[in-house]
């Protein structure tokens, strides 16, 4: 279908019905995060903000749960990647799905978010999940903040709009989007640690970041060598250092 598509494309141009939609890059900008309210998978009402906290970095999702097919893939990869992320929802980052069409409910929320965490089968991942819907100005206002660009075709009865992720630093800062329907956990786990500033994860995992940067052109993280010279430059160091101080005290014993 062409009125749902992934924002990489290796078309020179965009078809007509794809004009103006797609994703224009904010990154480093802040989200409103406290001015949002959306209705949880309860019922409830609740301020997007909630779901961010001291140290975690939140996914964001920006679909719409009735999609008859690319959202489904959107997510479907997501939960692919998270199955085999070693962090847990909940513990070390949040997932937001906020669907874009103002005419589904929570009940519908609920089922879509208890479809998937069957899948993730992870009992303690649960607090983490937060399937959401709200009224069409607060979808738009936040949709324009992030910079996703979508449409309802009314012939069709269909949204027509990109496949992408947003990575979203603990305070509600645009750290990374990440584009398709398929994740590497590599690149998650890397987008998310540094959305979070190396402040969740192992000291490996810190190592890890320090040695890879990411590339747009790529939409992936990439081994940086010169990282990985000054890393090796600083073990030499070390070992040279420790070499001398053990000769310098035998040298004092004698």
Not at 62 to 90: F, H, I, M, S
Request: aromatic share 12%; glycine share 6%.
């Amino acid at each position: 279908s062409i009125f749902c598509f992934t924002s990489i494309s290796f078309a020179s141009e965009k078809p007509k019905e794809l004009e103006g939609i797609g994703v224009t890059e904010h990154l480093g900008a802040q989200v409103t995060i406290q001015d949002f309210s959306f209705t949880d998978d309860q019922g409830e009402k609740v301020v997007l903000g909630t779901y961010f906290k001291k140290n975690r970095p939140v996914i964001l999702a920006l679909v719409y749960y009735q999609c008859p097919n690319l959202c489904n893939l959107l997510l479907n990869g997501l939960q692919e990647a998270l199955r085999k992320l070693d962090w847990t929802t909940g513990n070390e980052f949040e997932l937001v799905a906020i669907s874009i069409n103002p005419q589904e409910t929570p009940a519908l929320a609920s089922q879509k978010k208890a479809n998937y965490l069957k899948i993730y089968h992870r009992p303690d991942g649960e607090k983490g999940w937060h399937f959401l819907t709200g009224e069409e100005n607060q979808i738009l206002s936040l949709a324009s903040q992030v910079g996703f660009k979508y449409r309802y075709d009314a012939k069709e009865k269909q949204y027509i709009h990109g496949a992408n992720l947003f990575i979203l630093t603990p305070e509600g800062k645009i750290s990374r989007y990440l584009y398709g329907v398929s994740f590497p956990s590599k690149n998650l786990k890397l987008s998310l640690l540094e959305a979070a500033s190396g402040k969740i994860g192992t000291v490996m995992d810190r190592v890890l970041l320090f040695c890879f940067h990411f590339d747009p052109n790529r939409n992936s993280y990439t081994l940086h060598m010169w990282r990985i010279v000054q890393i090796v430059l600083c073990v030499q160091v070390l070992a040279l250092g420790l070499l001398l101080s053990t000769l310098w005290k035998k040298d004092r014993r004698k």
